[in-house]
T-cell receptor, first 117, second 108 residues
Framework: GAVVSQHPSWVICKSGTSVKIECRSLDFQATTMFWYRQFPKQSLMLMATSNEGSKATYEQGVEKDKFLINHASLTLSTLTVTSAHPEDSSFYIC?????????????FGPGTRLTVL | KNEVEQSPQNLTAQEGEFITINCSYSVGISALHWLQQHPGGGIVSLFMLSSGKKKHGRLIATINIQEKHSSLHITASHPRDSAVYICAVVWSTDKLIFGTGTRLQVFP
């Protein structure tokens, strides 16, 4: 199956700083990528859908000015958590759709664990 | 009521046992994913199915669209199968709805 990578795998930052997380599709071009957040012992929650070359679509309750998403190329989407606070500490997971395999398929990245002190 | 419910929430088994994890959903869907999440957090997609049954190694997934129900079976379970298994349904082009997961522990 297709491979999706994330970088970094974990990050610790101070409150008030910004953190950028990268999501890459390694062996396919992903026109659509998704960003999820998972709190401990909870389900993944979709934060936003990222389409290459256009603005991301954010889910209700997700602050677009706080979670900046850029999908500048067909293989890279970035999520920047701006002015991070301890409550932003979570596991962030991206997924990517391989357009050759239909709209129902998503390949998941390994996730990035963010800890805000 | 959650739109996707899994049972059981927690499951322990002895190595070699046959394991079944269930997923019920209340929305119309086009497909259903079974995912595996290891303690480190990374997610692996096990199956995507929209009808019938799929098999991969010791894993079998079935779905009954009319009854809005899917099952994941693990035959001859092994400690390395210990993980959280997540059911996720595809209910629109861009939306996955996730179950809360079933935490499986297989003891030697």
């Amino acid at each position: 199956g297709a491979v999706v990578s994330q970088h970094p795998s974990w990050v610790i930052c101070k409150s008030g700083t910004s953190v950028k997380i990268e999501c890459r599709s390694l062996d396919f071009q992903a026109t659509t990528m998704f960003w999820y957040r998972q709190f401990p012992k909870q389900s993944l929650m979709l934060m936003a859908t990222s389409n290459e070359g256009s603005k991301a679509t954010y889910e209700q309750g997700v602050e677009k000015d706080k979670f900046l998403i850029n999908h500048a190329s067909l293989t890279l989407s970035t999520l920047t958590v701006t002015s991070a606070h301890p409550e932003d500490s979570s596991f962030y997971i991206c997924s990517a759709r391989d357009p050759r395999e239909g709209t129902d398929t998503q390949y998941f990245g390994p996730g990035t664990r963010l800890t805000v002190l | 009521k959650n739109e996707v419910e899994q049972s059981p929430q927690n499951l322990t088994a002895q190595e070699g046992e046959f394991i079944t994890i269930n997923c019920s959903y209340s929305v119309g869907i086009s497909a259903l994913h079974w995912l595996q999440q290891h303690p480190g957090g990374g997610i692996v997609s096990l199956f995507m199915l929209s009808s019938g049954k799929k098999k991969h190694g010791r894993l079998i997934a079935t779905i009954n669209i009319q009854e809005k129900h899917s099952s994941l079976h693990i035959t001859a379970s092994h400690p390395r199968d210990s993980a959280v298994y997540i059911c996720a349904v595809v209910w629109s082009t861009d939306k996955l709805i996730f179950g809360t997961g079933t935490r499986l522990q297989v003891f030697p």
